[in-house]
């Protein structure tokens, strides 16, 4: 079933509020998040979504990630909900969702599934680690990213994922312990584990300091070279669209409410 292009709009209209509401509590506890993924792209190909984007895309140093699961909860509005593996107990996943409570949304790997947990639209949030810049740790962390995903939930980028939840929390452990901080130089920024759909490296200095960048006739945070971190993430020339068979979209259902 193809998703009316009026109720998509909508939709991202939804998303867009949450990221306000999202960015004003970041702003007042002084924690940092930058645009990722999908979201990055849509703001430096379109200043705005992808046209068929059904989603928001956010990354946190994990210091102010954990910060924000602590005041999450109760500083979000009435019309979000704070999803966490904790908040909602059926949720597979390990890292935090912001799911909107005036729309939902079925994606395909859910579909004729009764998944049991709040199925808003959403803002995907990620804590995001750093390494030495070392061929040593590269290997280490594609070789345990890997290992991550086939001991992660079924989602859109795991499909034959199969859930161990205790095995997959001793993996991401791991790469937490080589976190080194956001001082030293030479480092790379990293995705953390929890999220097992995307891995990637990227050069600390050219995310901080952190830039703004306009989506949506705003200004949210941003890499500071947004240009290098989506070289990173896409293998394709980002900066040209793809053919319309190629235009992905997460969802099978949208109802707004």
């Known amino acids: 079933m193809a998703i009316d292009p009026k109720e998509l709009r909508q939709a991202q209209l939804i998303m867009l509020e949450m990221l306000v509401e999202f960015d004003a509590i970041c702003q007042k506890h002084n924690l940092k998040y930058w645009l990722d993924s999908g979201t990055l792209l849509g703001a430096v190909r379109h ?8 989603d928001i895309d956010l990354s946190m140093p ?8 602590d005041i999450g909860a109760s500083e ?3 019309n979000i909900f704070f999803q966490t593996k904790e908040t909602d107990p059926n949720f597979k996943f390990d890292y935090m969702k912001l799911r909107s409570n005036r729309a939902s949304i079925v994606e395909f790997h859910e579909e004729g599934r009764d998944v049991g ?6 803002i995907d949030i990620f804590p995001m680690l750093t390494l030495p810049n070392s061929s040593f740790h590269k290997k280490f962390y594609d070789g345990i990213f890997q290992f991550i995903r086939s001991v992660s939930a079924v989602s859109l980028h795991t499909p034959a994922g199969e859930d161990y939840p205790e095995i997959r929390e001793k993996l991401v452990k791991a790469l937490s312990l080589m976190h ?3 001082d030293k130089k030479d480092l790379k920024v990293i995705y953390g584990g929890e999220m097992p759909d995307v891995s990637a490296w990227f050069d600390i200095d050219e995310i901080f300091p952190l830039s703004k960048i306009e989506f949506e006739g705003l ?3 941003a890499p500071k070279n947004s240009q290098h971190y989506l070289s990173s993430i896409y293998s394709f020339n980002f900066m040209e669209l793809p053919p319309p068979e190629k235009r992905t979209i997460h969802a099978l259902e949208i109802v707004i409410k």
């Open 47 to 54: 200043k705005g979504f992808i046209p068929w984007d059904d």
């Open 62 to 69: 994990v210091e102010d990630y954990n910060k924000f699961i």
């Open 76 to 78: 979000l509005s009435e």
């Open 117 to 122: 947990y709040h199925q808003g639209v959403f």
């Open 180 to 182: 080194q901080g956001w």
């Open 219 to 221: 200004a949210f945070y």
